[in-house]
């Protein structure tokens, strides 16, 4: 028996961390000689250009004139299940409950006992979705009937148990990032590309949703550039970019705060960075804060969530209350006017990110997990096949 898998994963193509995540993990998994097969709407936008072992089927929903509402979340089931049976796949791994692990339930219906479904468990889609009652009894469901079942932090684990009143097995599996890729950049040119100076950078990036809480980067900010010159850089877009701006300008900060919209090259920009900011309302783990770290910037957090697990504050970075931006100013002086504790926390923050969440032992864990629900042993040593 061939000891690679053929695995289906489907994600939010466009944006977000759990996209990130599904398309880096599908990306490892081809390069060690599994077959992957990405389920989705539009290509991944982390996929890139062209990769061995590495498929694409695209979901087309049918806008036929009865339809008030497309029923893509249908098309997406039926979908999986054609991949499946086409391409004899042994897993289908859905990134996100709604409605990814729904569609992979129903697709198991279709194809039978022996596709396991493999669910990861991002976020939102508890913390915010799970508490919306039209949606609750289906994402137990889903979650119930799963093979298995992972979460990004030990905080939604707890929280989706709580939420849903979920009893089975929920595995932890950490975001994670290639140091292949996420390392220090040199930033001279690009910081002197957009004429920084000698100016300290302040940086953002989210999708700008309120549990984001942008407003609260501009406060802490307007602070810290009273006492240490600095410049915001916002990356990314979103609905509360409009009222940040209002606000920038009535605090007189317009020339002193940078929009630079969706970004590609996630770790030249974050590069540039002297101190990352995440001051969100809800963050089941805060990949972007884990990118920072591999590159040596340190975040400076709320303590919401999964964020403690990732930031060791005043080690990594630093933790405050949600809302406090006093706090979070105070902690961002004191590491930007004490270049030896900044080179310590630099340090600290990619020696954490290598050893504790480097991509080679999360691909690993999330490897064990197929195994284990297909009832396979894992073959030892991993297999390695170009
Ligand atoms: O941050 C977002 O709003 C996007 C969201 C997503 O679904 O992609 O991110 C969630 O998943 C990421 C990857 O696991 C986590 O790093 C983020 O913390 C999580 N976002 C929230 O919990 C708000």
Not at 308 to 326: F, N
Not at 363 to 372: A, F, G, S
């Amino acid at each position: 028996m061939d000891t690679m898998l053929k695995i289906g994963i489907t994600c939010y193509p466009s944006l977000g961390g759990s996209g990130v995540v599904a398309t880096e993990l599908g990306k490892l998994l081809a390069e060690k000689g599994h077959e992957v097969h990405f389920i989705s709407h539009s290509v991944p936008f982390r996929l890139g250009t062209f990769h061995k072992n590495i498929f694409y089927h695209e979901v087309e929903v049918n806008d036929y004139y009865v339809f008030k509402y497309p029923p893509y979340d249908l098309t997406l089931a039926n979908k999986m299940a054609q991949v499946a049976k086409m391409q004899q796949l042994d897993v289908l791994h859905v990134h996100y409950a709604v409605p990814h692990a729904v569609c992979a339930f129903l697709a198991k219906q279709m194809v039978g006992e022996h596709l396991k479904v493999v669910t990861t468990l991002h976020g939102t889609d508890i913390t915010v979705l799970a508490q919306d009652e039209s949606l609750k009894d289906l994402i137990r469901l889903a979650i119930n009937e799963s093979d298995a079942v992972t979460a990004v932090s030990r905080d939604l684990i707890r929280e989706t148990r709580e939420l849903l009143d979920i009893t089975r097995d929920i595995d932890l599996t950490y975001n994670f990032v290639d140091k292949r890729v996420y390392y220090p950049r040199e930033i001279q040119q690009l910081c002197d590309d957009f004429g920084f100076g000698d100016d300290r950078i302040i940086m953002h990036i989210s999708n700008f949703r309120p549990v984001k809480r942008v407003g609260d980067v501009v406060e802490a900010f307007a602070r810290i550039n009273s006492e240490v010159p600095s410049r915001l850089v916002f990356v990314g877009e979103g609905p509360d970019l409009p009222k940040i701006q209002w606000r920038i300008q009535e605090l007189g900060l317009t020339e002193r705060v940078h929009f630079l919209g969706k970004q590609d090259d996630i770790p030249q920009v974050i590069s540039m960075a002297d101190i990352l900011m995440l001051p969100s309302e809800k963050e089941s783990f805060g990949l972007v804060a884990l990118e920072a770290m591999a590159c040596g910037v340190p975040t400076i957090g709320s303590r919401t969530g999964g964020i403690p697990e990732l930031i060791v504050h005043g080690e990594t970075g630093y933790l405050s209350s949600i809302g406090d931006t006093e706090d979070m100013a105070q902690h961002a002086i004191q590491l930007l006017t004490n270049p030896a504790l900044m080179e310590q926390m630099r340090q600290n923050c990619i020696t954490r990110a290598t050893q504790e969440f480097g991509n080679d032992t999360m691909m690993e864990k999330y490897e064990q997990i197929y195994y284990r629900v297909l009832g396979r042993p894992m073959p030892t040593p991993s297999p390695v096949r170009g």
